[in-house]
């Protein structure tokens, strides 16, 4: 009988209770504390691979906007050449025409490097307003017009690929 009393004088949770009170360094860790701690340590690595690659990032970023700015004032040096040679030309009336032909040479030369980088002009006269594509700075009755179709362009407006770089400004027929 002194056998089933110390069965259920013995308390279970004493051994329990004594665990917690020892010192965290006399515990080795659970596996729950070991999984833990492993998961932490990936969440530092992975925020820190995350940081580093947001900074390579940035600089390819950086580079590339280099690059391109680089290429384009590259396509633009030649015509300031001739501009300064068209600047150079005598204001006679023979140095006048040799001077509008400068002029118009220098606008071709920069239509075309416009177009290879992909710029294309908006054609705005005889079109529908689009308030998308251009802006109205005047309207005035038109004889033979429609309703809001562009019957002047003060300013052209560009394209680059689907994206707007600038509006036409332009005057539009009102009924």
Known sequence: MADNRNDITHDP??????????SPADQEPTELERERNQLKDRLLRTAAEFDNFKKRTDRDRQALSESITAAVLE?????????????????????????RRGVELVLRQMEEV????????????????????HQAVSYEPAEGRREGEVIEEFRRGYMLGDRLLRASMVKVAKG
């Not at 004493?14 to 665990?19: E, I």
């Not at 001739?82 to 001077?99: I, P, V």
């Open 75 to 99: 396509d633009l040096l030649p015509l300031v050449d001739d501009l300064e040679r068209a600047l150079k030309a005598e204001a006679t009336t023979e140095g006048a025409q040799a001077y």
């Open 114 to 133: 416009l177009r290879r980088r992909g710029v294309r002009a908006i054609e705005a006269v005889g079109a529908d307003f689009d308030p998308h594509y």
């Open 13 to 22: 949770l004493d051994d329990t209770a004594a665990a917690a009170l020892e």
